[in-house]
């Protein structure tokens, strides 16, 4: 496997389920935990999160296609032997991506929760029903990566407690505080686009702190949280396959900036 993007356990049977991709495909590696043995290794659909319900003995994922240049994102369960997608239900036509590491599972009530992302700058915490597909609810949750900000990541839930625990961050009392009137739009320029192998983030000086991350089309998360200093700053990509991508810049204030780059 050249690359993993999400791992699960079933604990009853001591497995560990990874997904990733492997010569340009999308593969479900199936691990015997006690000896590290690979159990199968199928080819699978595009994905881009995964949940287990140890009740059931069922693997699930958000399964993802592309319709033009939209993401559509689909609940289903995934049997490890052959690979098989089984779809339940088509998630809201609003999430634009999904944010790894925050999926999590009842197991008692069959929820299973993930973090996506509706514009950039907006995430919801989502909680639907793994049995039907429908959404239980829907919660607008602060994860700016901003020190000047509250914050939580990483939804985990304790099934034998019967809580859902996240990680939490106060926002950084006292100053100096970043420049609020800081315009992205105005400050910022990515080229070129298309490109092939380096991209240019180019800011304007300014006491702006900026940040940027850059997705997938699957909206799977490749670069986090990279510092965008003043003049260019060159990004290089060539290990990513010709294809959409799509990037983020934000400020430790509210401000963001979002668009889509083609790789040749």
């Not at 300014?206 to 986090?224: A, E, H, K, P, W």
Request: with cysteine; aromatic share 10%.
């Amino acid at each position: 496997m050249a690359s993993a993007t999400n791992a699960v356990l079933d604990d009853v049977n001591h497995r560990m389920f990874i997904s990733g991709t492997d010569n340009g495909k999308f593969v479900l590696l199936t691990l015997d935990i006690l000896t590290g043995t690979t159990i199968s290794k199928v080819n699978v659909g595009r994905m881009t999160a995964m949940g287990f319900n140890n009740s059931t003995g069922k693997l699930y994922c958000l399964a993802n296609k592309i319709v033009g240049n939209v993401s559509v994102f689909t609940l289903c369960t995934i049997n490890s032997n052959t690979g098989e997608f089984s779809v339940i239900k088509d998630l809201p036509a609003a999430i634009k991506g999904i944010v790894q590491g925050n999926e999590s599972f009842d197991e008692d009530n069959n929820l299973f929760f993930f973090v996506a992302e509706e514009s950039p700058g907006s995430e919801f915490l989502y909680t639907i029903n793994a049995g039907s597909g429908i959404v239980v609810n829907r919660t607008l949750v602060p994860m700016t990566n901003s020190e000047h900000e509250n914050n939580v990541i990483q939804f985990r839930f304790d099934n034998a407690g019967n809580k859902l625990y996240a990680l939490h961050w106060e926002a950084k009392s006292g100053g100096p505080f970043p420049d609020s009137s800081c315009r992205l739009d105005i400050q910022m320029e990515v080229y070129p686009n298309p490109f092939r192998d380096v991209l240019i983030v180019k800011k304007t000086p300014s006491t702006c702190s900026v940040r940027m991350n850059l997705y997938s089309s699957l909206g799977q998360i490749l670069i986090r949280d990279k510092i965008i200093n003043d003049g260019q700053n060159p990004v290089r990509i060539n290990h990513l396959p010709a294809g959409i991508y799509f990037y983020k810049l934000f400020t430790s204030g509210s401000n963001s900036l979002s668009g889509k780059l083609i790789r040749r």
